[in-house]
T-cell receptor, first 114, second 113 residues
Framework: EAQVTQNPRYLITVTGKKLTVTCSQN?????MSWYRQDPGLGLRQIYYSMNVEVTDKGDVPEGYKVSRKEKRNFPLILESPSPNQTSLYFC?????????????FGPGTRLTVT | KQEVTQIPAALSVPEGENLVLNCSFT??????LQWFRQDPGKGLTSLLLIQSSQREQTSGRLNASLDKSSGRSTLYIAASQPGDSATYLC????????????FGAGTILRVKS
């Protein structure tokens, strides 16, 4: 089954404790991206990657890091989480070459930073 | 800067009604428009994707139209059911920066049985 998976699905942590949210897709997609969803602000892109070792900032990259060492994986790293990073996080992927460029989303990770 | 607006913000209808959700965007230079469904606490499920060269797409009881020149899209749901209750999100992929989707705030739909 074609899918994007994220782990963990729920996470409660404390300010300053480094954490990683994993994302993996099994569709051999070149493009992967991270979004956060906040009430009243909708979904906003954090970082994206066009292929292995190619990453770039989205609209709200502050406080986050990413890496793309393998095509299927795109982890999101919070080096020193703060309460304003409490949010619902989504990973997405799609194929760059050829239509229809439909984006597939993971199930989401709900992060609470206290 | 591309902006996406969805009207209404919330909608409550009795079961069986046909309904229309609206989406508007400010810049017509897009690759495609995608409608998603989001259930509470869950991820996004893609419903329909319309390429910029297309006028509409259909899937079961769902029909989405696109008028790129006027910056509008509608999602038509026929014979609504309680299971259709969810938040519906509209997103465009702008040509200016095609590496992301720009989302609307969503329409919260409740279908009463």
């Amino acid at each position: 089954e074609a899918q994007v998976t994220q782990n963990p699905r729920y996470l409660i942590t404390v300010t300053g404790k480094k954490l990683t949210v994993t994302c993996s897709q099994n569709m051999n997609h070149e493009y992967m991206s991270w979004y956060r969803q906040d009430p009243g602000l909708g979904l906003r892109q954090i970082y994206y990657s066009m292929n292995v070792e190619v990453t770039d900032k989205g609209d709200v990259p502050e406080g986050y890091k990413v890496s793309r060492k393998e095509k299927r994986n795109f982890p999101l790293i919070l080096e020193s989480p703060s309460p304003n990073q409490t949010s619902l996080y989504f990973c997405a992927s799609y194929r760059l070459a050829g239509s229809p460029y439909e984006q597939y989303f993971g199930p989401g990770t709900r992060l609470t930073v206290t | 800067k591309q902006e996406v607006t969805q009207i209404p913000a919330a909608l409550s209808v009795p079961e069986g009604e046909n309904l229309v959700l609206n989406c508007s965007f400010t810049d017509s230079a897009i690759y495609n428009l995608q409608w998603f469904r989001q259930d509470p606490g869950k991820g996004l499920t893609s419903l329909l994707l319309i390429q910029s060269s297309q006028r509409e797409q259909t899937s079961g009881r769902l029909n989405a139209s696109l008028d790129k020149s006027s910056g509008r899209s509608t999602l038509y749901i026929a014979a609504s059911q309680p299971g259709d209750s969810a938040t519906y999100l509209c997103a465009v992929r702008p040509k200016e920066y095609g590496n992301k989707l720009v989302f609307g705030a969503g329409t919260i739909l409740r279908v009463k049985s």
